[in-house]
Nanobody, 123 residues
Framework: QAQVVESGGGSVQAGGSLRLSCAAS????????VAWFRQAPGKEREFVAG????????YYADSVKGRFTIANDNAKNTVSLQMNRLKPEDTAVYYC????????????????WGQGTQVTVSS
């Protein structure tokens, strides 16, 4: 398993932007499937965005489509999540996950997880 570390969380007002970064040791992220999930207090962890290794395609939850962008930086071995036009309902702990299943959107399909980074959006 990879050691996965997220960074870039913080607090922002509604309409603002944040950029999260996911780094992994022990794995070249470009060779795996990487996704971002989030978990708000009292709610289940949910899929946000994922990126596929072969065709470099990205896929998103409907709630973030058009506002969030996931990207792979092979030179830095990182995957970023650019979050624009943030809403209070985006407030959650965001987790990066690494796995080997194509286009997976379920928690159970990823075997390496970071500790999470808090994103707070105020109205």
């Amino acid at each position: 398993q990879a050691q996965v570390v997220e960074s870039g969380g913080g607090s922002v007002q509604a309409g603002g932007s944040l950029r999260l970064s996911c780094a992994a040791s022990g794995r070249t992220l470009g060779n795996y499937f990487v996704a971002w999930f989030r978990q708000a207090p009292g709610k289940e962890r949910e899929f946000v965005a994922g990126i596929t290794r072969m065709i470099r395609g990205a896929y998103y939850a409907d709630s973030v489509k058009g506002r969030f962008t996931i990207a792979n930086d092979n030179a830095k071995n990182t995957v970023s999540l650019q979050m624009n036009r943030l809403k209070p309902e985006d407030t959650a702990v965001y987790y990066c996950a690494v796995g080997t299943k194509a286009a997976a959107m379920s928690v159970k399909d990823y075997d390496s997880w970071g500790q999470g980074t808090q994103v707070t959006v105020s109205s």
